[in-house]
């Protein structure tokens, strides 16, 4: 589930669904508690598609106005 949700990368291969699967915002605050705040900001971006200089950006977004 965390690899079809985004949560985690697959160590190789791909995944392939033609299901679009939201994280639930509004049910859990906004983050997840098991994860750090890196991992968070990466989990949402993945959601939203953000990858590689986009979610790079995003934290460092995240990371200027949480110091």
Do not use: H
């Not at 697959?10 to 705040?37: E, H, K, Y």
Request: proline share 3%; charged share 20%; glycine share 14%.
């Amino acid at each position: 589930m965390r690899l079809l949700g985004g949560a985690d990368v697959p160590d190789s291969g791909t995944i392939a669904t033609d299901r679009s699967i939201s994280w639930p915002v509004g049910l859990t605050g906004g983050f997840q508690g098991s994860m750090t705040g890196r991992d968070n900001i990466k989990f949402v971006c993945r959601v939203y598609g953000a990858t590689g200089e986009a979610m790079r950006e995003k934290i460092r977004y995240v990371q200027e106005f949480a110091a």
